[in-house]
């Protein structure tokens, strides 16, 4: 990591920091640096910014470094940073709009994270529930991993844990009511 000037890193980004507070809607301020959403996260050990760091760069105004991470990425979303937190700071829902950020500006780290939540919510979107060998099927194709998982599969298939055809909710109009939705109020599908 390159050295950064605080001070002016600090002052340009106060309208990140703004934002990222809008957007999650998580007082930045509020957190002190105790590190116990580190301590407790299970997917520390495979970012590169553990919990901690991510908000203090955030904190810092230091946009181009945080979004670039592959910590906001692999983030489990598990919420065992909230519940540990003393101050009661919502980390996931900062990872979220971190990520929606990043999409915004065109930087995925993680670039086969991002494949496998589109993947899953146009599965749910078409289906009203994810169709898991369609789901694992398009991502091994879409990601280049022809083959991988594949010796699971048919054992999964004999004892009934994955199925050949989408099964399908009821009312799949009312799920994709529930998507435009979300669209028009601002989410995206990935």
């Known amino acids: 990591m390159k050295p950064v000037e605080l001070s002016s890193a600090f002052t340009r980004g106060k309208d990140f920091i703004a934002s990222v507070e809008a957007a999650s809607g998580v007082n930045l301020r509020d ?3 105790c590190g116990k959403c580190s301590a407790g996260c299970p997917a520390a ?8 760091q991510v908000i203090r760069l955030v904190q810092l105004g230091l946009k181009d470094e945080v979004l670039a991470s ?3 990425w692999l983030c489990a979303g598990c919420e065992n940073c909230s519940t ?3 101050r009661d700071i919502e980390l996931p829902k900062v990872m979220d709009a971190l990520r929606a950020e990043a999409r915004k500006v065109g930087i995925v780290a993680e670039r086969n ?3 496998f939540n ?3 919510l146009q599965s749910v979107e078409s289906n009203g529930r994810v169709h898991e060998f369609g789901l694992v099927l398009n991502f091994n194709l879409k990601s280049k991993q022809l083959f991988k998982d594949a010796a699971a599969g ?3 298939m004999k004892r ?3 199925s050949l055809l989408p099964e399908k909710i009821r009312d799949t109009e009312a799920v994709k009511r529930i998507f435009a939705n979300a669209r028009r109020l601002g989410g995206e599908r990935h």
Request: hydrophobic share 40%; charged share 20%; with cysteine.
């Open 31 to 33: 957190c002190y640096q």
């Open 45 to 52: 050990f495979a970012m590169d910014y553990t919990p901690r």
């Open 70 to 72: 592959h910590a906001i």
């Open 84 to 86: 540990r937190c003393p």
């Open 113 to 115: 994270v991002n494949l």
């Open 118 to 120: 589109d993947l899953f």
């Open 154 to 156: 048919p054992e999964m």
């Open 160 to 162: 009934g844990k994955l």
